[in-house]
């Protein structure tokens, strides 16, 4: 079994994301460390793509910018390597299923276990074809993450019942960015996935205030963090990982 479990054994995960590459790996390094340092359960490292349909504006900037300065899968693996040194914490990879077919899916996930990385997100696979995935995951070790979103509807159970890692659950419709306010009926979803699973439960898209983290990880296991972490970034460049840092301590402290 993985290690992912461990970030939801001391009170409520808080879980940001972080585009790897920009603006360079070497920020990237200390952000990941910033975050871990300042309270960070868990880190999802983003692996840059042209098309990220799940993610909105700030988030696509970022990948441009990442792919731009020539970040690419191998450079993010050898930027995982040296984060084993010292960090922790899962890690888990978020990207998307091209990412993986063109890197080659059984080599991809090897190097996954091998530089310590957790669990793969990959929004863009439904349920009905993880399998492309699943037997590879299973047989190094990685967990694939499952999504449920508020369309999920009737497939909320099925969902969970084969959840592992963690389940990420949609704030809300359509992409990541922050939100002045997330009204999805979520404590519901949550029941019915309690119902099927004991799989922990983290809430993501929208969030980017301490209150809306409180909020949603009343009725979770935790709070997933994108858009405001990668404006941070993009606002301090290399100077980021201190205010990356104050950011990850309050919303901890919230939760």
Same mark, same amino acid.
């Not at 409520?12 to 920009?22: M, Y």
């Not at 692996?47 to 990442?66: H, L, M, Y």
């Not at 704030?171 to 009926?185: F, H």
């Given at each position: ?27 990237? %390094?200390?952000?990941? *460390? ?19 349909? %799940? ?28 984060? *084993? ?75 969970? *019942? ?16 922050? *939100? ?21 439960? %983290? ?53």
């Amino acid at each position: 079994m993985t290690k992912i479990k461990q970030a939801f054994e001391h009170g409520k995960a808080f879980i940001p994301f972080i585009t790897c590459g920009d603006p360079d790996l070497e920020t990237t %390094a200390a952000v990941v *460390r910033a975050a871990a340092a300042n309270g960070a359960d868990l880190i999802e490292l983003g692996i840059p793509f042209s098309d990220p349909t %799940a993610e909105g504006p700030v988030i696509q900037n970022a990948n441009i910018r990442a792919l731009s300065a020539g970040v690419n899968t191998d450079k993010i693996f050898a930027l995982v390597r040296d984060l *084993r040194k010292d960090i922790t914490i899962p890690l888990v990879f978020m990207t998307y299923a091209n990412v993986v077919f063109s890197y080659g899916a059984e080599r991809f996930i090897v190097l996954c276990a091998e530089t310590g990385i957790d669990g793969l997100i990959l929004p863009d696979i439904p349920y009905e074809e993880k399998e492309e995935f699943l037997d590879i995951c299973h047989k190094y070790d990685v967990a694939l993450i499952s999504l449920i979103a508020p369309t999920s509807a009737n497939r909320v159970g099925m969902i969970a *019942r084969e959840a592992e890692g963690f389940i990420y659950l949609v704030s809300s419709l359509g992409v990541t960015g922050m *939100r002045s306010e997330i009204n999805t009926d979520l404590s519901s979803i949550v029941k019915t996935i309690r119902e099927n699973t004991d799989v922990p439960v %983290a809430v993501g898209f929208g969030i980017s205030t301490p209150q809306q983290a409180h909020d949603m990880a009343a009725v979770s296991d935790g709070a997933i963090v994108g858009s405001a972490v990668v404006k941070l970034i993009e606002k301090h460049g290399a100077d980021a990982p201190e205010y990356v840092g104050e950011y990850i301590r309050s919303m901890k402290q919230a939760l």
